[in-house]
């Protein structure tokens, strides 16, 4: 039962993900793509898994019910709703990385040095992988920091 509901919940937001991604431009004025890209194609994603793993778990009694930890659920929702404010607000780069150390202190506790490290790799990957190498461009944000995507 509360995982049909954590996977109700999660769908809920994947569908919100989608409708917000679907506000940003799919495609740049000379064809290339845009914003919009990567948020639609993530929402699509997620809406998907979220899609099958609620008909899933609804087929599915677990023989051993698990304890649902509500902190760890609300945490990661609040992360990704602060990723997607502040990719409007500041852009895509410092969003990413914030998420991502922020994810990482919350479920890999202890490791500080670790968790930046590969924030800051994680970080550089996406900027290379969409600004560069794709040419996809990236939210720039209402109030962008430093020329930052």
């Not at 000379?30 to 639609?40: L, N």
């Not at 698990?66 to 409007?88: E, K, N």
Request: aromatic share 14%.
């Amino acid at each position: 039962m509360t995982r049909t509901v954590t996977a109700s919940v999660f769908l809920v937001y994947s569908l919100a993900f989608l409708l917000i991604g679907l506000q940003y431009p799919l495609l740049t004025d000379d064809g290339q793509f845009g914003p919009g890209f990567f948020p639609r194609t993530t929402g699509v994603v997620l809406v998907g898994l979220c899609a099958w793993n609620l008909y899933r778990e609804r087929g599915a009694e677990s023989a051993k019910p698990q304890p649902l930890d509500v902190r760890d659920a609300l945490a990661v929702l609040a992360l990704i709703v602060g990723y997607v404010v502040g990719m409007h607000l500041v852009g895509t780069t410092i969003p990413t990385f914030l998420f991502a150390v922020l994810l990482l202190l919350w479920f890999n506790r202890g490791h500080l040095v670790a968790n930046v490290v590969f924030s800051c790799v994680l970080t550089i990957v996406v900027y290379l992988a969409f600004d560069v190498w794709f040419r996809i461009s990236l939210p720039e944000g209402l109030f962008t920091v430093g020329g930052l995507p």
